[in-house]
Every structure is written in structure tokens, then in C-alpha cells.
């Protein structure tokens, strides 16, 4: 990526648990939420996958909510000995854990006498949090405290506490044009150059393939602004000449 331009609301990801660095699972939270923030028009910044650790989740969680306009946790949400989500968010926000009582009613109605002491620790979360989320088929609603959102580990579960909120994140979406072309980056790069000097509400990104058959770089240009995404394909196609193999305009 060449160049950079204003962004509207960021985000961050932050994957917790020992099963993924470990590599006994594979994260399917953060690859589902990179296309559905990218889809809102909301930038993400940073993804960190962090150990089933108090302190590194305390200390990345707060750094996340300080740089970002919105984090998203994912895992260690239970009631088994590693799920330390919540008291991590809470001591990264210097709060105590507490039982949410909306949140302990529903449980104790959906266990009801085979309810378990342990299980009490679903409705445990940081001093302060709201429940947001409006899915009737949710069973708990989503807890947020500050900017960050806790969601579980559980892919089909993280899926569906999402889709409960993602109407509060949508911003507007980027226009993107790609231009593939037939020469190598170092000839490209002063023409590239140009177009980002020119056009600084423009993000250029520049990115070589070598098992194409018909093209040997892709050059795509994103703004928010689709004009301006058209402004800066045009200057690109005219610099650029015979080296174009095609254009996919604005979309």
C-alpha cells in the first residue's frame, strides 16, 4: 500500500485463547470479521491473537480502545478455568467483575434446576458494561463496555452476536477501481507515485502476481469518495499507457 487517506470509524481485533496460538484451532472470527467490517465501511486497523492471559488481555484490550474507534474481543467467554475474557476487560479498564442480574435471570430460566454453580459465570461481566443487541433469537445479548464488545470464541455463536449489532457500525463504504497491468512495479512506481501526490484522498495499492497469465501487477485505488476514485483512475490509465490490460471501474 502506497498511500493512506482519511479512513471514518477503525476498528481492531483482538483473538483470544491458547487453542489458537497453539494451532489446535484455526481463527475464523477474525477472517469473518475483516470482510464483514470491510463491508460496513469500517477500517480496521489491527488484529493481536493473545494467550488466555489476565494481564496481555487487560493490556491489549485497553491499548485497542484507546487507538480505536470500536474493538471486538473473541474467546475466552465461559465458565470453565480459561475463560478470563472478562475479568482481563475488566482489570484493562481498572473496574471489578460483577453478575449482570438481567443477564442471571436468563440463564438461571434457560438451566433451570440443572443449573450449576460455574454456569453463574456466564452472567459475570466488567463493572459498568451495557448489553446490547437486538436478536430475539440471541439468548444472551452482546456485552460492551466502553468501545469494546465481548464476543465468544465459538464461530457460529460469534457469527450470530455480530449480526445482532453490525447495524451500529455501518459507515460509508469505499469505492474501489483496480487497474491491472502488464509491466513490473519498478517501472510502474513513478507513475503510481504521481497518482498519490495528486490525488491524496486516494488509498493506492500496488500488488504483483506472478501466476497470471494476462497481467503482472494490480494497482487498485479506494477512497470513500467515488469521484474521486474515478479522478485518480483516470490520471493512473492516461500515465500508464499500453502497460493497461484492463480497468474494472469504481464499484
Not at 20 to 45: C, H, M, P, T, Y
Not at 167 to 190: I, K
Not at 191 to 198: G, Q
Request: charged fraction near 25%.
Amino acid at each position: 500500500m502506497l498511500h493512506c487517506a482519511a479512513m471514518g470509524q477503525t476498528a481492531g481485533i483482538v483473538i483470544i485463547g491458547d487453542e489458537i496460538l497453539s494451532g489446535k484451532f484455526a481463527d475464523e472470527n477474525a477472517v469473518f470479521l475483516i470482510k464483514e467490517l470491510r463491508a460496513l465501511g469500517v477500517a480496521l486497523r489491527r488484529v493481536a491473537i493473545i494467550p488466555d492471559d489476565i494481564d496481555d488481555i487487560a493490556a491489549t484490550v485497553k491499548s485497542f480502545s484507546d487507538r480505536f474507534d470500536h474493538v471486538f474481543t473473541s474467546g475466552g467467554v465461559g465458565p470453565t478455568h480459561d475463560d478470563l475474557t472478562m475479568e482481563g476487560v475488566a482489570r484493562g479498564f481498572g473496574v471489578k467483575v460483577v453478575i449482570h442480574e438481567q443477564l442471571a435471570a436468563g440463564i438461571r430460566a434457560f438451566f433451570g434446576p440443572e443449573l450449576g454453580e460455574k454456569n453463574l459465570r456466564l452472567a459475570e461481566v466488567p463493572e459498568g458494561a451495557q448489553l446490547v443487541g437486538r436478536d430475539d433469537e440471541l439468548k444472551w445479548p452482546v456485552t460492551k463496555i466502553n468501545n469494546v464488545y465481548v464476543l465468544p470464541g465459538v464461530p457460529s455463536l460469534f457469527r450470530r452476536k455480530f449480526a445482532a449489532i453490525k447495524s451500529m457500525f455501518q459507515d460509508t463504504p469505499w469505492a474501489t477501481a483496480r487497474v491491472y497491468c502488464n509491466g513490473d512495479e519498478g517501472s510502474l512506481a513513478p507513475h503510481m507515485n504521481a497518482v498519490v501526490a495528486a490525488h491524496p484522498t486516494v488509498n493506492v495499492g500496488s500488488y504483483p502476481r506472478f501466476d497470471e497469465q494476462d497481467y503482472r501487477v494490480l494497482i487498485t485505488l479506494e477512497s470513500k469518495d467515488p469521484a474521486a476514485v474515478t479522478a485518480a483512475r483516470e490520471d493512473l490509465v492516461a500515465r500508464v499507457g499500453d502497460l493497461v490490460v484492463r480497468v474494472d471501474e469504481a464499484s
